[in-house]
């Protein structure tokens, strides 16, 4: 038989590549679009009687020349070259097949925008059946973009018989909670169109314990932060000091996209049941599960995530790079590894290169177990309810430079109940309000200012950095400590107290601005 090409409906049935097919999956596409847009909200309707989706963000918007092209296959302004898409891309898309594949599975899609700048409004509607033309609309007050999808899976009207409204709509808010989670600036709504129900809605929030809190209101926030860094892998990880009989509070993802890895739980559950099988604690005898959001960070080249689903299976090139790390992070948050992580020393090259970050320093407070005041006393050599070590560093006329070495030494200069002293008050939440822009600017001179934060400076990460909160907390509860001190020692002239707070600095932060500062604050005393 003679050689032909099928015709293009019968591909579009049939073809294995890239396809969206349920309504899960094109609201997840299509919501990807909207934050790779860079929206700050997010607004989706599903009505399941009419196959009828829309999703309205305030991103960038499209230009009149890329709405010419849009909606064709392969088309996209994410990513062009192999070696940009071997990169860390910072975007959900980059294959540009999802519009296409919605639009061949929907009677029509139409997309109106505008785009940042613009003063006019474009609408493209696209179908089999449409005359495909860009048009200028009713102007839309705002930038941004909406994308309704008419009759969708009306292709495969088989599968549009099958779909359980509750099932399909539960899925939907599965994925948009996934979302969510590691999105944690953005706000979202879904509403079902059908009954006018809201059925999920989360406001902007400052960071991923608030973005998971807003889902999840009946867990508390005893919340531990933690990250890792190993060659081009960085995990960060958000652990809850309790447990829950169910795996629903179990976030992976990989470069922001929710995956589904069994691999990685079951190594993590695992992980917990060790530390606590000696304990006989309930992890191991009834059925509980850890609860976390755990976002793997890499180089798209060394993953291979299969798009098929709202929730990808991932596999990666090396699974050791990624075992070592988690083991690492689960290990400090679990106290398993305190002696290690107690004498590395600030810049040393294994912090750096797979240690567990100090970004979060003492205000997130870390995982490792202190030693009883008695052992502590007797290997630091102090006589009891004396720190001879501290005397020695901040007697008048020390040379604060040799204050600093001691503080850097790598030995705990703090006694362990005074530091459980220390760690409560700082976690107390400030009570310093700062509005958006200036806090992302603080954020911002610190990131280039302090070079002593090494984690800032790996690959995308001093881009786009996800735990804002606890980050400008930090500096905040830094500065709001650094101005205790001030005041204390211009109004004390109680030695003993200025001392305590001292060291409460040279916990907090053993940086050399502070060291100057200290220097000249014993000069006034
Ligand atoms: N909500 C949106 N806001 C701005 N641009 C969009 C939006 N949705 C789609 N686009 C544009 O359409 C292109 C194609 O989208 P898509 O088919 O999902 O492919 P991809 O996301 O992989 O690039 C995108 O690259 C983007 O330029
Ligand atoms: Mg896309």
């Given at each position: 038989m003679e050689l032909k090409r099928l015709n293009s409906d019968v591909i579009s049935k049939i073809?294995?590549?890239?396809n969206v097919s349920n309504v899960a999956q094109c609201v997840f596409e299509l919501i990807c679009n909207s934050l790779d847009a860079k929206a700050s909200s997010v607004a989706v309707r599903v009505n399941l009687i009419s196959f009828k989706i829309q999703i309205a963000d305030n991103g960038e918007g499209i230009t009149k020349g890329n709405m010419e092209l849009i909606?064709?296959?392969?088309?996209?302004?994410?990513c062009r070259t192999l070696k940009e898409f071997q990169?860390?891309?910072?975007?959900?898309?980059?294959?540009?097949e999802s519009l296409a594949s919605i639009i061949e599975n929907s009677i029509k899609v139409s997309i109106s925008s505008r785009s940042t700048g613009s003063s006019e409004t474009f609408i493209k509607t696209m179908g089999k059946d449409v005359n495909i033309e860009v048009k200028t609309t009713k102007f839309r007050p705002s930038i941004g973009t909406t994308v309704t999808v008419f009759g969708f899976m009306s292709n495969i009207p088989v599968r549009q018989k099958r779909v359980i409204d509750e099932i399909e709509l539960e899925g939907v808010k599965k994925c948009l909670e996934n979302l969510i989670i590691i999105n944690p600036m953005t706000s979202f709504s879904l509403r079902n169109d059908a009954t006018g129900l809201l059925l999920l809605k989360s406001p902007k929030n400052a960071d991923i314990i608030g973005s998971f809190r807003s889902l999840?209101?009946?867990?508390?926030?005893s919340f531990e932060l933690l990250k890792v860094s190993k060659h081009k892998v960085t995990i960060e990880g958000l652990f809850h000091k309790d447990f829950s009989l169910?795996?629903?509070?179990q976030y992976i993802y990989v470069n922001k996209r929710p995956v589904n890895s069994p691999k990685l739980q079951n190594h993590i559950l695992k992980l917990f049941q060790k530390k606590y099988f000696a304990q006989n604690h309930p992890i191991y005898e009834t059925k509980k599960y850890p609860m976390y959001v755990f976002h793997i960070r890499c180089p798209s080249s060394i993953v291979d995530i299969?798009?098929?689903?709202?929730k990808s299976e991932v596999e990666f090139q090396s699974w050791d790079v990624i075992m070592a790390c988690t083991d690492k992070i689960l290990n400090t948050f679990l106290g398993l590894n305190e002696q290690k992580i107690e004498k590395m020393?600030?810049?040393s090259p294994e912090e750096v290169s797979c240690g567990v970050s100090k970004v979060f320093g003492a205000v997130q407070g870390r995982a490792f177990k202190r030693k009883s005041d008695e052992a502590f006393e007797k290997e630091n050599n102090v006589e009891k309810g004396k720190n001879s070590k501290t005397e020695k560093v901040l007697?008048?006329?020390?040379?604060p430079t040799q204050a600093y070495e001691i503080y850097d030494s790598?030995?705990?200069?703090?006694?362990p109940s005074e530091h459980k002293k220390i760690v409560s008050i700082l976690r107390k939440p400030l009570e310093i309000k700062v509005n958006r822009e200036s806090k992302i600017k603080k954020q911002k001179s610190y990131i280039e200012t302090?070079?002593?934060?090494?984690?800032?400076?790996?690959?995308g990460l001093d881009k786009e950095f996800l735990y804002s909160k606890p980050n400008s907390n930090e500096i905040q509860g830094k500065n709001f400590l650094l101005d205790k001190f001030l005041r204390s020692a211009q109004i004390s002239n109680d030695l003993d107290q200025v001392l305590k707070l001292v060291i409460l600095m040279s916990v907090l932060k053993r940086s050399w601005n502070r060291i100057l500062l200290l220097k000249k604050t014993l000069k006034i005393i």
């Open positions: 073809r294995s590549s890239f909606g064709l296959r392969y088309m996209t302004n994410k990169k860390q891309l910072n975007t959900y898309g980059y294959r540009g999840h209101q009946d867990i508390n926030d169910s795996k629903k509070y299969l798009s098929n689903s709202i020393s600030l810049y007697s008048p006329g020390t040379d790598g030995k705990d200069l703090v006694k302090d070079l002593n934060q090494p984690y800032h400076t790996s690959e």
